[in-house]
């Protein structure tokens, strides 16, 4: 599975944005029963948990982002959405997609939030 991220950008505090993950090398049947997630590293940070979704049952989150980021998916597209509101200076990182069930990762793409 190949995973390609999109969306990230420069917002402003309180400000939105959407980002995408699009999977290529993978049939849409099996891509249906990936469990799929999001996840960051800010500068000098490790890489954390923000978001996951699977083939069934509700999404998951860190504690820092429920009530403000929403993990969905379109299946038939075989892509994964974030779509973040409300975002924080402490939001700015690098944002990759994963691909738990066959352990493969997006290239990445930066966010960054100005106060």
């Known amino acids: 599975v190949q995973l390609q991220a999109s969306g990230g950008g420069s917002v402003q505090a309180g400000g939105s944005l959407r980002l995408s993950c699009a999977a290529s090398g993978v049939i849409l049947s099996v891509f249906w029963q990936l469990d799929m997630g999001w996840y960051r590293q800010a500068p000098g940070k490790e890489r954390e948990f923000v978001a996951s979704?699977?083939?069934?049952?509700?999404?998951n989150y860190a504690d820092f982002v429920k009530g403000r980021f929403t993990i969905s998916r379109d299946n038939n597209k075989k892509r994964v959405i974030l779509q973040m509101n409300g975002l924080e200076p402490e939001d700015t990182a690098v944002y990759y997609c994963?691909?738990?069930?066959?352990?493969?990762w997006g290239q990445g793409t930066q966010l960054t939030v100005s106060s």
């Open positions: 994963r691909s738990a069930t066959s352990n493969s």
């Open positions: 979704i699977t083939d069934s049952g509700p999404p």
